[in-house]
């Protein structure tokens, strides 16, 4: 990369970070806050907080599977910084609701608020990054990217559940809003925008060398251009889907990938609270050693595999990894345990990076837009399958109607959904295997 593309991607990826601070910080205290608003008894869990969850979990992802395909399209036309304001405004408000008052009927404002502004909201901010970086990085360069981008909004997880170990709750959800508003105005002010329609010359020429170079074709196959203007976003998704098996094959392991980190995101912490009493201290403990390793493995250790063995295998590497965490996760027996499988975490960070490089090659860099809104809205609707699935499950194995002991059930569940995607992974053919 030359230093104006370093430039671009210096301020991309502070937007990143900040976006990423403000949303990983409130996941250690929403635990709390949703049972202490909604459930009167004094159990640690109860049926109400885990549906609620599932139903937002549901309605977020059908807004957000219809939304990131357009929002993928249109930035593609208008520019990644017009699109990203939309997000980053409306997100600010939900925290703001919760920093002032945590009652239940403030609680349930903030849920209202916060499900109908991340049918729009959730997940933009990385689909554009992830299409910002393919329009900006080319070749060898665009899979450590990815992975760097994976890392800052990892490193800002880190930074994030730190915080959120020694903030009060009200603080926690202020620092937020605070963040978020930051992040929006540093993006306005700093971030360059580099429209495809701008360097059309410069992207074919690009494009003709990569075709041309031996050396370049195993990382570039050919790119086949399907899209007109006058399409709508669903006709571009499916001409974009025809036109490369191993775009379907990737958008087939980012489904089940996603439906299963969807189901963990249901089912752990739940899980770790009714099992084994955890607290907001307890999560943010866990989450900060998760994301210490996951920044770790997606800013170091990631690009050194991708050199050295590829994508694919990078890819089917850190779907094996993850279903031996779900698996010994199901089975837990001591507080301990979670703690201890956090050395398969780096499984899970290799698994987006790796499809988001796979995907980004089979198209220019003037449908990079197209490409990373497809793959977030496979995430999307995979997104609201798996709370039909794990929500219910989650519930009926905590509780005391359960059809037999397992409370864990629900993660197992999820270990068996990340080997379908595994297993996929491995029919995948490595680029360089490509005539």
């Keep these: 990369m030359d230093d104006y593309t370093l430039g671009e991607l210096r301020h991309i990826l502070t937007t990143v970070f900040l976006s990423g601070f403000a949303d990983i910080l409130l996941k250690p205290v929403m635990t709390d806050v949703t049972v202490a608003a909604v459930c009167s008894g004094p159990k640690d869990s109860c049926s109400l907080a885990v549906y609620l969850t599932g139903v937002q979990q549901v309605t977020v992802g059908l807004g957000t599977m219809v939304m990131m395909p357009v929002i993928g399209n249109l930035s593609d ?3 990644i910084k017009a699109l990203l304001t939309i997000p980053m405004c409306l997100s600010i408000l939900p925290p703001v609701i919760l920093g002032y008052r945590r009652d239940t009927n403030f609680f349930y404002a903030y849920y209202i608020t916060k499900t109908l502004f991340d049918m729009v909201c959730e997940g933009t901010v990385d689909c554009l990054a992830h299409a910002y970086v393919a329009k900006n990085v080319h070749g060898r360069q665009r899979i450590s990217m990815f992975g760097v981008l994976a890392g800052v909004r990892t490193v800002s997880g880190v930074c994030a559940t730190f915080s959120a ?10 620092v937020s809003a605070v963040s978020l508003l930051i992040g929006l105005v540093y993006m306005r002010i700093f971030l360059k925008e580099r429209l495809h329609s701008n360097n059309d010359d410069e992207d074919d020429s690009v494009d003709l060398k990569m075709r041309v170079e031996p050396s370049l074709i195993r990382d570039a196959p050919t790119k086949t251009h399907v899209f007109n203007t006058k399409y709508s976003s669903l006709k571009d998704m499916i001409s974009l889907i025809k036109n490369s098996t191993i775009l379907i094959q990737a958008l087939v392991v980012t489904f089940f990938a996603t439906f299963s980190q969807s189901g963990m995101h249901s089912a752990f912490l739940y899980f770790l609270k009714a099992r084994f009493g955890f607290t907001k201290n307890d999560f943010a403990e866990l989450l900060l050693l998760v994301t210490i390793i996951g920044s770790i493995s997606q800013l170091f250790i990631l690009p050194i595999l991708v050199s050295a063995i590829g994508e694919r295998k990078v890819l089917s590497t850190g779907l094996l990894m993850e279903f031996f965490n779900a698996a010994c996760l199901s089975v837990a027996w001591s507080a301990w345990v979670p703690y201890a499988t956090t050395v398969l975490v780096p499984g899970a960070m290799f698994i987006m990076p790796s499809v988001c490089g796979i995907a980004s090659k089979q198209v220019g860099s003037s449908e990079q837009g197209k490409v990373q809104g497809c793959i977030s809205g496979v995430k999307a609707f995979a997104g609201v399958m798996a709370p039909f699935v794990y929500s219910p499950l989650t519930a009926l194995f905590l509780s005391d109607n359960a059809p ?20 996929q992974s491995l029919l995948i053919k ?3 295997s490509l005539p």
């Design 430 to 432: 490595d680029h360089s």
């Design 165 to 174: 170990r020694f903030l009060p709750i009200a603080s926690a959800f202020q």
């Design 77 to 79: 036309r208008y520019g």
């Design 404 to 423: 037999f002991y397992f409370p864990g059930f629900s993660l197992l569940c999820v270990a068996f959904s990340v080997m379908i995607g595994f297993i």
